[in-house]
């Protein structure tokens, strides 16, 4: 089967074309979106429960007013600046797992790609904590654990805030007793808890996991492996351990610096234009003009999409190639838009806090709290931007 496979045919008079090996497939767009779907699977659904728990909990956070719930002036202000987190990590989680997935697309496709014309790219960003938009992240972690902190703080101050629901009002104006108050707020504070606390902190196990792409790439042992079959068949009488393969590396900081720089040079011949692919002109240009460049920083999810100015340009020959431009077009304008919906629902959130802050004393409270969703907004008009930008080199 592998002879027939690499040329060995019944009649010598027709060409016979090679069939895909088993690293190549995973390079196909249906495999792609099958393997990126599943190693994706469990962030997403971390994500849909933080939005079902998370949200759902809003009115029963702590309702930061002076004096009514036990709170100091000092107290409230912490309250405010720890709950805007609170209210905006979702949101923030989401834009992250759209550039990761975005990333994981842009990247995977690339390396097959570069790897069927014998070269190899080794991808820097391997520690999520060299990143600065996860350790954004991180930091509005930190920060949704510090409300969590003040809700079990109020909890054991005896004169501290009470958790009050639309269900612990009414069981207060039934005549309810102390001690079921009581019971109940414990109930409650385990359930806000479990939804600050669980869904994000899976979020984060499962993107520290997956972060580093080459662990969900092809070995290259594979490759070499069905170099040497390639070969076995091609001289019967040589040993595999005598096979030499020989692959160019490329390292994804000169080879997005040098494509940013020269991507509008990149372009097959007009004789081989129908036959030539963009990243094998990419490697020929690279070989005769690319500089290494060491000693920069890894590139992270923000600058990761790198790669769509050469897989979604219109350049791009060959029915597979297209479909995948059409794909990344897709996906990129969905994560666009949903990425502007949030940072205008952050807008619509400070307009609310705008009116009221006219309307309460806690003046400054008010401002912290405008403050972070503020910074929450730009954040995430920032990752619109992003994918702006990828879709203005493919359109």
């Not at 654990?145 to 639309?166: P, Q, R, S």
Request: charged share 15%; proline share 3%; glycine share 6%.
């Amino acid at each position: 089967m592998v002879a027939a496979a690499y040329g060995s045919t019944a009649d010598s008079s027709k060409p016979v074309e090679k069939e895909p090996l088993a690293w190549e497939d995973r390079g196909t767009v249906l495999s792609l979106v099958i393997a990126i779907a599943a190693s994706s699977a469990s962030h997403i659904v971390a994500l849909v429960l933080m939005f079902l728990c998370m949200k759902g909990h809003e009115g029963q956070l702590i309702k930061c007013r002076v004096g009514e719930e036990g709170l100091t002036p000092f107290t409230v202000g912490i309250c405010e600046y720890t709950k805007a987190y609170a209210e905006c990590f979702p949101e923030v989680c989401l834009a992250v797992l759209l550039l990761f997935i975005a990333r994981n697309l842009l990247q995977s496709r690339l390396y097959y790609n570069l790897l069927t014309i014998r070269s190899v790219i080794m991808f820097s960003a391997r520690n999520m904590l060299q990143d600065r938009l996860v350790q954004f992240l991180l930091w509005c972690y930190v920060h949704v654990l510090g409300h969590l902190g003040l809700i079990l703080y109020m909890a054991f101050d005896e004169h501290g805030a009470e958790f009050v629901t639309k269900q612990a009002q009414q069981s207060i104006s039934t005549g309810s007793t102390a001690g079921m108050k009581d019971d109940y707020e414990w109930t409650q504070l385990v359930s806000i808890a479990t939804a600050l606390v669980v869904p994000s902190t899976f979020f984060l196990i499962f993107l520290h996991g997956s972060y580093d792409i080459e662990r969900s790439l092809v070995p290259l042992s594979e490759y070499f492996h069905d170099a040497a079959d390639c070969a076995s068949v091609e001289r019967p009488n040589s040993h595999k351990e005598d096979v030499t393969c020989t692959l160019l590396a490329l390292d994804d900081i000169s080879t997005a610096s040098f494509l940013r720089d020269k991507h509008n040079e990149i372009a097959p011949n007009e004789e081989a234009k129908n036959t030539e692919s963009l990243e094998t002109h990419l490697v020929r240009r690279f070989r005769a003009d690319g500089i290494k460049m060491d000693g920069l920083p890894p590139i992270g999810l923000p600058g990761a999409l790198w790669p769509a100015r050469l897989l979604g340009s219109r350049k791009n020959v060959g029915s597979s190639a297209i479909t995948f431009r059409l794909l990344w077009i897709g996906y990129a304008i969905t994560a666009f838009l949903a990425c502007l919906y949030l940072a205008s629902v952050h807008m619509q959130i400070l307009q609310a806090d705008f009116k009221h802050w006219w309307s309460t004393p806690s003046h400054y409270a008010i401002a912290l709290h405008m403050a972070v969703v503020e910074v929450h907004a730009v954040a995430l008009f920032y990752v619109a931007l992003v994918f702006y930008g990828s879709l203005v080199n493919c359109l």
